[in-house]
């Protein structure tokens, strides 16, 4: 299994946040959509699980594609 493979659940959850909080400040470009965006990236990007992954860039890519939001899902 690589390091790419069935994220944890919490980090799975964290990047279906980031795509809320993207879709969200896309809806309503505010200044609290925009910090609420922000702090969910920062979470995303500072998060210790990416400390243990050989291919960070893969690895990520990988994430956002397993937390995307399906057709149709909402994601606010």
Same mark, same amino acid.
């Given at each position: ?7 944890? =659940? ?34 995303? #990007?500072? #998060?210790? #699980? ?6 960070? =860039?893969?690895? @990520?890519? +990988?994430? +956002? ?5 399906? @057709?149709?899902?909402? @994601?606010?």
């Amino acid at each position: 299994m690589s390091d790419t493979d069935n994220f944890p =659940h919490y980090l799975l959850e964290l990047q279906r946040r980031w795509y809320a909080a993207e879709a969200a400040w896309a809806a309503d470009p505010n200044e609290e959509n925009r910090a609420a965006f922000s702090a969910v990236s920062a979470e995303l #990007h500072a #998060h210790p #699980h990416w400390a243990g992954v050989e291919d960070r =860039h893969k690895a @990520t890519m +990988k994430l +956002k594609q397993a937390g995307r939001p399906q @057709t149709g899902e909402a @994601t606010a």
